[in-house]
Structures are given as C-alpha cells and as structure tokens.
C-alpha cells in the first residue's frame, strides 16, 4: 500500500512536467493503403511507464517506429522531448534508448563486446568491462555468460543484453518493443524490478506488449490498441480495482463491432 | 561514430569462423599459384636457352648460306607466373625462311592439351573467379543480415547518419577483406625475390598496377553485394541473386560477348586462308613453267637448222644471262607470292582484330571481362603478344632474308671463283655445303623480343581501370540510394 502510494506521489510529480514522448494525432497509412495507425495520441512523462496493450497487428510496434523515424507518418507528430521525430530523426534518437524483440545482436560477439559497440555507438565511450559487467548484472545475466558469444545463448539471455544495452545508453526515454519476448517467469519477474527502478530513475518508458498482468503491475497508464486506435486510456489509479483482462477483452470486441475497416486516405504517403 | 562502425565491421569479420576457413584456403590458392607459375617460368627458361642455344650452334656450324633456315623462340617473361593469359595458347617458335611464312607455332597447349582443359590457375584467374566470390560470401548479407538479426534497427535508433552508416560498412568490409588477403599476395611477392626471378624495373611497377586493378576488381564485388543486399530483405534472396549476378558477369558476359563478335564479323579459317596461297603459288609456278617453254623455244629459235656445236656454243655464252633471267623470273614470282600472302595474312589478321575488338567492346560490359583484359594487358599476356612477336619476327625475317641474299651471293661467286681455279688448276671441285669449313655467321642479324614499354602498357589499362571505377562507384552509388530508402522493420 505504502509502495502504491509512492508511485501514484512519484506518477503525479512527474506529470507535471513536460512530456518526454508525445503522440500528437499520428496517423499511418502504408502505400497500400492498409491503415497502420489512425489519430493516437498519448504523452509519456519522465518517471512514467506508458504500456500500450493490442493484439498483432494493433498499431503498437508502428507507433514504436514513428518514435524511431523508421517510417514518417502520413499525418501528426512524434515528438521526443519536445523534438518532432520526422523532422530532427538524429537529435531525437539523442534522447531515446530502444529494446526490440527478439533481437539476436551479434552471434560472433560475446555480450561485452556488444555490449561496447552499441554503448559507443549511444555515444558513450567511457564505459569499462566492469560497467558492462555491472550493467549485465543488473540485467540478471550470470557472469560466466559474460564472455561467451551470442550465438550460444537462449532468446531471453539474448533479450537480457538487449535490455542491458538501452541501459547503458542512459537516454531519457525508452522505448520497448515486446520487451518480455522470450523472457522466462523469473527474468519477468526482475524485468518488472528493472522498469521500476528505471522510473525511478526518472525515464519515460513507452512499453508495447500483450502481456496484461506485467502491464498491469507496473505501468503508470495503459493504453489498448486496435486496428490503429487507441481505443482505451486509463491511469494505473483508474484501473485500480478493475480486471483489466476482462476490460481488455470487452474493449477488444466492442471497439470490432463500432469500428469501420478502413480509413479513407486521400493520396499515398511516402515510406522511408 | 564512423570508426566505432568501421572497427566492428573488421571485428565482425575477422571473428567469423568461415572468414578463417575462407582466407585459409584462398591464401593457399594465392601462394600455390605464384609458386608453381614461378617453377613453371623457371622451366620454359630453361627450355627457350636450351633451344635458341641449338638455334645458334646449328648455325654457327652451318657450311653454306644456301639451305640455312633459322628458328627464333619466344622468350618467357615473368609477368606470366601472375597472368598466363594467352601465352600457353600462343606458339612458342617460328621458322625464320623467306620460303616460309613467319608462323608462331608449338604452344604448350597444343604440346600438352591436358594442361588446355583445365588452365593455368593463376593469380588472375583466383582473383577473378575465387576473390569475387569471397567477396560476395562475406558481404552478401551486409545490409539485410542486419535487419534479420535485428541490429540494424537497434543502430538505426541511434543518431546516426544512414550514409555513414553504409560507408562505414563498405570501408569495414573492404579493410576487413583485402588487408588480410594483401599479406599472401606479399609473400608471393617475396617468393619472386627469393626464387630469382629477374624482374625489371618496368615489371615491379606492372605487377604493383596488377595488383592494384585487382584490389579495384575486388571492391567492386563489396560494392555490388552492398547494393544487392540493400535491394532485398531476405539474406537468402540476396546470395541467390549475388550467385546469378556473378555466373552473367564472370561466365556468361564475357564468352556471350565473344559468340556474338564471332558471329557479327565473319573471319575465314585457317584451311581457307591456306588453300587460297597454296592457289596461288600453284597458279604462279605454272606462269613460270609457261613462260619457261616459252623463253626456251624464243632462245633457239634463231638457231633452226645450226650445227649441235654451234647450238653448244651459243648455250655456253649465254647461258649465265638466261640462268638470271630464270633466277629475276623464280624471285619476282617469289615475291608476289610472298606479297600475296602478306596481304592475305594483313586481311586476316585485320579481320581477326576487328572481331576481337566488337568482342572487347561487348565483354566489356562484364567487369570481370574489363578486369581480365587489364590485367593481361599489364602482364604483356594479352591477344596482342601473337601480332607483336609476329610483327617483330616479320620484321626480322626481312633482314635476315636480305642478308641471307647477300651472303648467298657472295657465296655464289666465290663457288664461281673455285670452280674458274680448279678449272685452270685441274683442282677438284669441292661443293659447297657438303663437309666444308663452317661459314662466319658473326655478323649475322639477332632477333630481339619485342620489349612493351610502361607507358604502353599503362595507356590501353586505363580505359579498363576507368571501367572497373565507374562500376564500383555505381555500384556504391545505387547502394547508397537503396539503403537510404531501406525499410529496416
């Protein structure tokens, strides 16, 4: 109770500050005219975790990509610390750190020596073997895998050095890509201390997973997509109370019945 | 930020278990070939001494000028061991005669066609063949790899410039592959060195352009794998199109090339060319036995009814004037034959250069065809080394034709002299060449091997040094554009 009210304390003071990621009615249409995203808006504040919640297809990994500039929306903004990704793509990048899923890193390369290239690539070249180590630690990866290469390593003590790398890049906001992918019951477990400790550090995370009951345990805001909408936003303290697989589910099947198929676009947007 | 790309791109490389294995067995590749090219230049040395040593002692111990044929050899040269080119295929001798054609014939090929059918592996060939798919094996996946294994969007979410980012790659990639392939191409280096090769100063500086062509060849392999992998997604779609890519451009281009050329100018065989002289001397010698029946009945005609003395008599005084008649007969149809043949030989080869140079222009569309003629062209190992050892051994049989008359002349009226004595004398006559002293032969002239100049060389490898930088940029070029508008989901 008293951990709860630490964070609903911490949640509020953060919010008064300014936003580190904002969605501002972005929009995604592909050259095919598939709809990938229609109008989400959202704002992530430091000390915040933000879990977009969707099935395959929602519209969660396409709003991690509008963050990155990997694809330009069609309509709106995204805006990292203030920074409109499409239009300043590499300062934006400055501020953000990124865990993907499934990401294999390099098979030929131990975690360390991974671990040195994308730090420095972060532009953090101060970092020593012990820092790495430290930071692999924390990650919950065992010190004799430290110097092993990737390539005999599971999916999730891979997905632990990807969670180590956006650590070391120490950016204000993190964005995660299913980062639970692969992760067994236990690494869940610290993953879920990790995100805390990481909003304590005052980072603004933006989250994208189906995993209800870990985004119920530690984000701050849920959202839920569907087909490009975000069709639900509630507070961790709105939710409280609630059972969010029901509310997940309900949402999911009223938003199919209301909801038109596509959208209506009036000329085919350019892809980066 | 570009260094931290470029030092993990060698890293990324040289940890590679296949890089290890691959480097392995082209570095063998590359020493065996320099090795046995070296033992193999040493052999035909060996062989080009101990046959012009025959040549010379033949003729030194010759007893007549009449009769003398001569035989010149083509002398190996040590830019072979690196670029065989043509020389195996081309004659390694021809007969010196003014009755004879001059006729590169005896090439190693035609001695032992085992060797033909599988070639010389030679350092141009494992850099044309081998290198090019080494190449491709290590940067076929260079920019989907990425995406595949996820690292391309976890380096793209940093501030990075994508253009750095391929450049990067492609400078990795390139330092990564060719420093370590430079060091067994610097120990054949070395082996030439320590297994006596006599190289010139000229040859040191072909081979180092040799080498540098080969480097160039080389990245344009780098530079077209980038723009293939940055043109598909899959890793998997990008080798297969590589391995296509590269079968058109190695194999099909340059021997499609050569077909086409064959069939747009219509060059006559050999058996053609032949038989048409062999018509026309035939032709020729029936003139002169006409013309012989003819000269005859004019030359007693004044003489019907004269006594068998008189008509001994009249012979005798003339006959030294009509044997040089005969003899200006037999030597003018000599020479429009050998001007007939001349001129059949220039259209034929004129027809043979014209098809060479439409397959040249064709093949060159293949950078692998631009690199081969380059660098046969640097080693004096190209088609032309056929007209340049002609051109100079045609030349040489002019002079030594002519000094062969002269000797032949003077050989004459030094027989004429002995007879004139051993007649007066009641001495016997000796024939010449029949176990007389050895006539002076010191003055004779010497062949020399056609010498090609560096510059010379260098002028026409311009054009296809050109070629393979203008592919090689195009190639990074459409790479550069592909990439920068990569989808890296």
Redesign the interface.
């Known amino acids: 109770m008293e951990e709860s009210n630490r964070m609903e304390e911490g949640t509020s003071a953060a919010r008064n500050e300014a936003p580190l990621l904002e969605a501002d009615g972005l929009t995604k249409v592909y050259e095919d005219g598939t709809l990938g995203l229609n109008k989400v808006s959202f704002t992530v504040h430091p000390g915040e975790i933000y879990a977009m919640l969707g099935g395959n297809g929602a519209g969660k990994t396409t709003t991690i990509n509008l963050f990155l500039n990997f694809i330009e929306p069609t309509e709106g903004e995204a805006r990292v610390d203030g920074i409109v990704t499409h239009k300043e793509p590499l300062k934006a990048k400055e501020r953000l750190a990124f865990v993907s899923e499934n990401v294999m890193l390099y098979p030929n390369f131990t975690a360390i020596q991974n671990l040195d290239f994308f730090a420095k690539l972060g532009g953090k070249k101060d970092y020593s073997k012990d820092d790495y180590r430290d930071v692999l630690m924390r990650v919950g990866l065992e010190e004799v895998a430290h110097s092993r290469r990737l390539k005999g390593y599971s999916k999730g003590m891979r997905q632990k050095c990807g969670i180590a790398i956006a650590i070391l890049k120490d950016a204000p906001a993190i964005l995660l890509d299913e980062p639970t992918a692969g992760l067994d019951p236990k690494a869940g477990r610290e993953f879920i201390k990790l995100l805390e400790d990481l909003r304590s550090e005052q980072k603004a995370i933006l989250m994208s997973t189906h995993d209800i009951f870990r985004a119920k345990d530690v984000a701050d805001t849920i959202g839920i997509m569907n087909l490009g909408e975000l069709v639900m936003q509630r507070s961790a303290e709105e939710l409280r109370g609630e059972d969010l697989e029901k509310l997940y589910v309900q949402y999911m099947a009223g938003y199919m019945e209301k909801t038109p198929e596509s959208v209506p676009h009036e000329e085919e947007p350019a892809i980066s | ?1 570009f260094t ?2 470029v030092e ?1 791109e060698l ?2 490389i040289l ?3 296949k890089f290890v294995a691959t480097f392995g067995v082209c570095s063998l590749l590359i020493l065996l070939s320099v090795f046995i090219g070296i033992q193999e230049y040493h052999a035909s040395v060996d062989q080009y001494e101990t046959a012009t040593q025959l040549v010379d002692q033949s003729l030194a111990e010759a007893t007549s000028f009449f009769a003398m044929d001569n035989t010149v050899y083509r002398k190996p040269s040590p830019m072979q061991i690196f670029v065989s080119g043509v020389s195996f295929d081309v004659g390694r001798l021809s007969k010196i005669s003014s009755r004879e054609d001059v006729k590169l014939e005896q090439s190693l090929y035609s001695e032992s066609p085992l060797f033909a059918v599988f070639r010389f592996v030679d350092f141009t060939f494992i850099v044309q063949v081998v290198l090019s798919l080494f190449a491709i094996l290590f940067t076929f996946d260079a920019i989907n790899g990425e995406r ?4 391309l ?9 994508r253009g750095q980012y391929l450049f990067a790659k492609f400078v990795g990639s390139w330092l990564g592959l060719t420093i370590p392939l430079l060091i067994p191409i610097l120990i054949g280096v070395l082996l030439l060195m320590v297994l006596n090769v006599p190289m010139t100063g000229d040859d040191w500086a072909k081979l180092v352009a040799l080498i540098g062509v080969s480097i160039l060849y080389f990245t344009f392999f780098i530079a077209l794998s980038l723009l293939v992998s940055s043109l598909t997604k899959r890793s998997s779609v990008s080798f297969l199109v590589l391995l296509v890519v590269w079968i058109m451009l190695v194999l099909i281009v340059p021997r499609g090339a050569t077909m086409a050329a064959g069939q747009l100018v219509s060059v006559p065989t050999v058996a053609e060319n032949e038989s048409q002289k062999d018509r026309f001397r035939t032709d020729q010698q029936q003139l002169i036995r006409e013309w012989r029946q003819e000269a005859w009945k004019n030359r007693f005609s004044a003489l019907e009814g004269a006594s068998r003395e008189e008509r001994r008599a009249y012979y005798d005084a003339n006959k030294d004037e009509w044997d040089q008649e005969d003899r200006d007969v037999r030597e003018e149809m000599e020479l429009s034959v050998t001007e007939f043949n001349r001129k059949l030989n220039e259209d034929l080869r004129n027809a043979k250069l014209e098809q060479e140079r439409l397959a040249f222009i064709l093949s060159r569309f293949s950078p692998s065809s631009a690199y081969q003629l380059t660098a046969m062209n640097l080693g004096g190992t190209n088609t032309s080394i056929k007209k340049r050892y002609e051109d100079q051994m045609f030349a040489y049989r002019e002079s030594f034709s002519s000094y062969l008359k002269t000797k032949q002349e003077e050989e004459r009226a030094e027989r004429r002299r002995q007879a004139r004595q051993s007649a007066s004398g009641g001495r016997m006559i000796m024939f010449l060449g029949s176990g007389g002293e050895a006539v002076d032969t010191s003055d004779m002239p010497k062949f020399v091997d056609p010498v090609e100049s560096l510059s010379a060389v260098l002028k026409p490898s311009m054009i296809d040094f050109g070629l393979l930088s203008v592919f090689t940029v195009l190639a990074f070029a459409g790479a550069f554009v592909a990439f920068i ?1 990569y ?3």
């Open positions: 930020m931290i790309l993990k890293k990324a940890q590679s278990p595949e294994r996820g690292t969007k976890l380096a793209l979410s940093n501030a990075i410039p508008r989808d890296v989901r």
